[in-house]
């Protein structure tokens, strides 16, 4: 309660309304998934309406980029749960997802499989678009790689990674495995960087 | 039976598809493509649809995957959009739960490190802390007014007011300087709560030949 009235002070309160009617038009027009909408969603959210301030924003996106899952889903569902608790997250989530659920499920519904089989134009479409399609996931594995920092030493890792899954046997191919591989070895590293530092601090005293 | 792998399917890919839509494609290939339930074409053409169209990439390829995936695994299923429908809520729910659930349960710890409760909480110690130094430095300022020489030289006077603030709230209420950690307690500009303790400011006023900068600086500060 005391935690609403704070909250009431500082920044106008949003209603559930308002706030699916915002994430509805923030689902419904950006293109181009996660990084296009956080932008978006800051402008709608921290600038237009004040729900939030910007600092706190920040904050909910670190939360929400560290986190698995659909960072436009968990930016809402954070954005949400803080401007009108628990409903509010609901209703953020909901309002992220529906116009593209709605917009794929009448895709899907006349773009079938047989259908882009069957259509000379639509499958001559999908011909040309499918090496944009690699390029498309291409592009984001070098952006990705330059935000790594991957430098000679560590370049192998996600080559042979790739290699791996690509290879599609059984057990070794599971890129889950090498998701829970790769949070060990953070956590290991982090281990011993600590031991090393208390060492070496302790060497000095 | 084709729907509960699927929803185990997008489950494991929302509780491990860290680093948003493109990092999640090799995971949604994995556990959909590998089984068997959309060619390697379709999904390539599911990604082109879900790049064009409005919303994150994620939730477009699961709803697409689960409307087509039920007709594609048992062909009697294959006639009614229905059951699309079905698998397409199935799979779009399950891909948001997981992250749903761990935002929400991971925002008010959040809440509770960072947030507004904190800050709140914090001030009322600061208030709190300034109310029970407020009381033993009216004994204590009363007993070196006492000692101390009353009408002096401004700058002696200036030293005792300071000295006796910079004990107060150094000793009674060390959370009580929110902002002002930098300065030293007892540096002339950093008077913090001396704005509260009307003996202390009475003394000042009296002792005082002009009111130093900081004065009614650390008056609005006392009420922040």
Redesign the interface.
């Known amino acids: 309660m005391?935690?609403r009235e704070?909250?009431s002070l500082?920044s106008p309160r949003a209603s559930l309304g308002e706030l699916f009617v915002s994430f509805l038009k923030i689902?419904?027009?950006?293109?181009?998934?996660?990084?296009a909408?956080i932008s978006i969603i800051e402008r709608e959210i921290v600038d237009k309406k004040g729900w939030i301030r910007r600092e706190?924003f920040l904050?909910?996106l670190a939360?929400?980029q560290s986190?698995?899952?659909?960072?436009?889903?968990?930016i809402a569902?954070?954005v949400g749960?803080?401007t009108c608790s628990?409903r509010g997250?609901v209703t953020a989530?909901l309002g992220?997802?529906l116009?593209?659920?709605l917009?794929?499920?009448a895709?899907?519904?006349f773009?079938?499989?047989d259908l882009?089989k069957s259509n000379r134009v639509l499958s001559s479409v999908?011909m040309g678009?499918?090496p944009?399609?690699v390029a498309?996931?291409v592009a984001?594995?070098i952006s990705?790689a330059k935000a790594a920092k991957l430098t000679l030493k560590t370049v192998w890792i996600p080559v042979l990674v790739a290699l791996l899954?690509s290879l599609?046997i059984g057990f070794i191919?599971?890129?889950?495995v090498y998701?829970?591989l790769g949070a060990l070895g953070g956590w290991l590293y982090f281990k011993w960087s600590v031991r090393k530092l208390r060492k070496t601090k302790g060497g000095d005293a | 039976m084709i729907y509960l792998k699927l929803i185990w399917a997008y489950i494991k890919i929302g509780i491990f598809g860290f680093g948003g839509g493109y990092a999640m494609l090799s995971l949604v290939e994995h556990s959909v493509v590998d089984p068997g339930w959309i060619s390697e074409t379709m999904f390539t053409d599911i990604v082109a649809i879900s790049q064009m169209t409005p919303g994150p990439i994620g939730i477009n390829s699961a709803t697409y995957i689960g409307y087509v995936a039920p007709g594609a695994v048992e062909p009697s299923l294959a006639g009614s959009p229905l059951w699309g429908l079905l698998g397409s809520v199935a799979c779009t729910l399950a891909v948001v739960v997981p992250s749903f659930l761990m935002v929400l349960y991971g925002s008010p710890f959040h809440r509770r490190t960072q947030g507004e409760r904190n800050y709140k909480g914090h001030i009322h110690r600061a208030a709190s802390g300034s109310r029970r130094a407020d009381s033993l430095c009216r004994n204590t300022s009363h007993e070196l007014s006492e000692f101390l020489p009353h009408r002096t030289a401004p700058g002696v006077d200036n030293q005792r007011g300071d000295m006796c603030g910079g004990v107060c709230s150094g000793v009674f209420s060390p959370s009580a300087r929110p902002s002002q950690g930098e300065a030293p307690p007892h540096s002339g500009n950093n008077n913090g709560r001396l704005g509260r303790f009307p003996y202390i400011w009475t003394l000042r006023k009296q002792n005082m030949t002009k009111p130093s900068s900081g004065f009614s600086g650390s008056c609005r500060c006392s009420h922040a």
């Open positions: 005391q935690d704070s909250s500082t689902g419904a027009f950006t293109f181009g998934g996660g990084w909408m706190e904050d909910l939360l929400a986190l698995p899952g659909i960072l436009a889903v968990n569902v954070a749960d803080r628990r997250a989530a992220t997802i116009p593209s659920f917009i794929i499920l895709i899907a519904i773009l079938t499989p882009i999908f678009i499918r944009a399609v498309l996931i984001p594995v990705s899954i599609n191919s599971n890129p889950i998701i829970v």
